[in-house]
């Protein structure tokens, strides 16, 4: 069964202060491994789209990695705007084309 | 990136009231889109997957003479939850898939509850 474990739970930071988001992911083959934010009350925002190990992706204070087995969210010198709940899911190659997510992290950046 | 609109954004309802939830593809057309639940503190859960001019797709667990999705054109889905009961309140988000990057983007969700 694909599973998705994010950590920590929850993270409090502040404001400047970098640090990593972590995605563990076991599933038959991957097709895709995505990252979204989510703000209360709100649909998840669509951040970034990795395919394959050793890819890397960046925007503005947030660049996301990838291996075979995890993936990692990096946050630079956050700012308090950056507060957050960060989602991974990944999709995996064969069946459905469905998501499956993981709890989440809810980021905290204190000015 | 991609648009999506959900109406309405938050509705209460009487216990064993009907409710429809509309999904909308604002720029490119949805052969597939997708409906998930969120409940407070958790993650999405996916319901159901919508497939334009076929029947939709459900999760094991989700009844679909409860949960109707009907996907009549490639912008619009709807979700109808009949006879809706409290446990039923919940934050429903739809979702479209983009095929060419296998990218699903998010409506911006609807709070339903029902009293």
């Known amino acids: 069964e694909d599973q998705v474990t994010q950590s920590p739970e929850a993270l409090r930071l502040q404001e400047g202060e970098s640090s990593s988001l972590n995605c563990s992911y076991t599933?038959?083959?991957?097709?895709?491994l995505f990252w979204y934010r989510q703000d209360p009350g709100k649909g998840p925002e669509f951040l970034f789209t990795?395919?394959?190990a050793g890819e890397e992706k960046e925007k503005e204070r947030l660049k996301a990695t990838l291996t075979k087995k995890e993936s990692f969210l990096h946050i630079t010198a956050p700012k308090p705007e950056d507060s957050a709940t960060y989602l991974c899911?990944?999709?995996?190659?064969?069946?459905?084309?469905?998501?499956?997510f993981g709890q989440g992290t809810r980021l905290t950046i204190n000015p | 990136g991609a648009v999506v609109s959900q109406h309405p954004s938050r509705v209460i309802c009487k216990s064993g009231t009907s409710v429809k939830i509309e999904c909308r593809s604002l720029?490119?057309?949805?052969?597939?889109m997708f409906w998930y639940r969120q409940f407070p503190k958790q993650s999405l859960m996916l319901m159901a997957t919508?497939?334009?001019?076929?029947?939709?797709?459900?999760e094991q667990g989700v009844e679909k003479d409860k949960f109707l999705i009907n996907h009549a054109s490639l912008t619009l889905s709807t979700l109808t939850v009949t006879s809706a009961h409290p446990e039923d309140s919940s934050f429903y988000i739809c979702?479209?898939?983009?095929?060419?990057?296998?990218?699903?983007?998010f409506g911006p969700g609807t709070r339903l509850t029902v009293l």
């Open positions: 899911a990944v999709q995996a190659a064969q069946g459905a084309q469905k998501l499956v």
């Open positions: 599933v038959s083959g991957l097709r895709g």
């Open positions: 990795l395919y394959s």
């Open positions: 720029d490119f057309q949805a052969t597939t």
């Open positions: 919508s497939n334009e001019g076929s029947k939709a797709t459900y």
């Open positions: 979702s479209k898939r983009d095929s060419l990057t296998d990218t699903q983007y």
